[in-house]
């Protein structure tokens, strides 16, 4: 896995973020959608596996969830996991942050 400096540090990314509004990131050629939920930040997928419709342009529910624009499709913000067993879950990407900067592990 190689770590990817995002932002440079968290104050930064909470800066740039703003809460339950997914930011698409494409790092490595990855499109990865990037959300803050409850001061805690997430990183899945950015195609959502039903249609592959962009999960960035989709919004953030009081349950932690990301919902597809299309056809609201409900992923688990912390595991990937699709809520109603549907579809494929998502793929999930690690983040960390330090002294040094905040970074997303691909």
């Known amino acids: 896995m190689e770590w990817v400096k995002l932002f440079a540090g968290d104050e930064a990314a909470r800066t740039q973020l703003k809460e339950h509004k997914p930011q698409l990131l494409i790092v490595h050629g990855k499109r990865i959608c990037l959300t803050l939920h409850n001061g805690k930040f997430f990183a899945v997928q950015d195609a959502c596996t039903h249609n592959s419709e962009s999960l960035s342009k989709g919004h953030v529910n009081h349950l932690g969830e990301i919902i597809c624009p299309w056809h609201n499709y409900r992923f688990s913000l912390s595991s ?25 592990g691909i």
């Open 80 to 104: 990937g996991k699709a809520c109603d067993s549907s579809c494929r879950d998502l793929t999930t990407y690690p983040l960390k942050w330090d002294e040094s900067g905040f970074f997303i």
